[in-house]
């Protein structure tokens, strides 16, 4: 099942499978990041507001904003 990072918790573990809609800045900023397609990560810390989103990934933690959060698509790791 697809969801966005951002409806992940905290601890949870995921796979990026795929981008939703959103604007072409977030998008190059998300692949420049190393967040392609088939990459794992760990949800390490959510502000209580939402953003930022705090994931590690590829040995290093990564905070996205919301907006950036909202346009990957990922699928839970069990």
Do not use: H
């Not at 499978?17 to 190059?28: A, E, F």
């Not at 507001?49 to 290093?60: A, C, K, S, T, Y």
């Not at 346009?71 to 790791?77: D, E, F, G, P, S």
């Amino acid at each position: 099942m697809k969801l966005k990072l951002s409806e992940m918790k905290v601890g949870e573990q995921g796979k990026v499978v795929g981008y939703g809609s959103g604007k072409k800045q977030y998008l190059d900023r998300i692949f420049s990041m190393g967040l392609t397609v088939g990459t794992d990560f760990e949800i390490v810390r959510i502000a209580p507001l939402g953003d930022p989103v705090e994931i590690n990934v590829r040995g290093f933690n990564l905070s996205l904003r919301k907006q950036e959060a909202d346009i990957l698509l990922v699928k839970r790791r069990n």
